[in-house]
Nanobody, 120 residues
Framework: QVPLVESGGGLVQSGGSLRLSCAAS????????MGWYRQAPGKQRELVAT???????TYADSVKGRFTISRDNAKMTVYLQMNNLKPEDTAVYYC??????????????WGQGTQVTVSS
């Protein structure tokens, strides 16, 4: 069972905007730090942004000022608003839910990813 489903990816021109959504199910959403990661072809997966349950965000330097992460605990959904997109933002974007180690169990889930392509 995959508890995270991303949506909102697509093809956009440089300077355009997209909003990604990630809907969770089967987890106690409010107990998780939610994050967005991305992986471009031939590159390692990298952190884009994370947000704690109270709503404190962190961002990679490459997206600061352009991307905004938010969450709605009632809807069990995390969002990534991406503005002023650049060709180098092209990647598969993955949603992550991380609660860490509880006892001997690691609670860390990934979505299947959504493709974002930015044309120049």
């Amino acid at each position: 069972q995959v508890p995270l489903v991303e949506s909102g990816g697509g093809l956009v021109q440089s300077g355009g905007s997209l909003r990604l959504s990630c809907a969770a199910s089967g987890i106690t959403f409010s107990r998780y730090v939610m994050g967005w990661y991305r992986q471009a072809p031939g590159k390692q997966r990298e952190l884009v942004a994370t947000i704690t349950s109270p709503g404190n965000p962190t961002y990679a330097d490459s997206v600061k000022g352009r991307f905004t992460i938010s969450r709605d605990n009632a809807k069990m959904t995390v969002y990534l608003q991406m503005n002023n997109l650049k060709p180098e933002d092209t990647a598969v974007y993955y949603c992550n839910a991380d609660r860490g180690l509880v006892g001997s169990t690691l609670y860390d889930y990934w979505g299947q990813g959504t493709q974002v392509t930015v044309s120049s």
